[in-house]
């Protein structure tokens, strides 16, 4: 079992920049491929961003490429995603989620899951 708990969600005025953090606990974190989704209310999940085990190679939504910056420290245990130039769009409950896939943009691939933090953008 993994558990994943994510902090560092927030209320931001659009333009701005948050910093998402994914803690990891129980089973060996380095060895999992990480993930970011999100769910903004009334739809369905989306994903965001996705890192291998050892974070030599990544995945965006073209929704957040060029914006948004996954990356991992497995010393710690953490992931995170950095989010810049922040739209009142991107608002969304924000989930981490690990898998034994490597990078990877399909949820059912993903076999742990936090339970999300909250990010609004105002306009």
């Known amino acids: 079992q993994v558990q994943l708990v994510e902090s560092g969600g927030g209320l931001v005025q659009a333009g701005g920049s948050l910093r998402l953090s994914c803690a990891a606990s129980g089973r060996t974190f380095s060895g999992y491929g990480m993930g970011w989704f999100r769910q903004a209310p009334g739809k369905e999940r989306e994903f965001v961003a996705s890192?291998?085990?050892?974070?030599?190679?990544?995945l965006y939504a073209d929704s957040v490429k060029g914006r948004f910056t996954i990356s991992r420290d497995n010393a710690k245990n953490t992931v995170y995603l950095q989010m810049n130039s922040l739209k009142p769009e991107d608002t969304a409950v924000y989930s981490c989620a690990a898998n034994s896939g490597g990078v990877t943009s399909a949820p059912y691939t993903y076999d742990y899951w936090g339970q999300g933090t909250q990010v609004t953008v105002s306009s």
């Open positions: 890192i291998s085990w050892s974070g030599g190679r990544t």
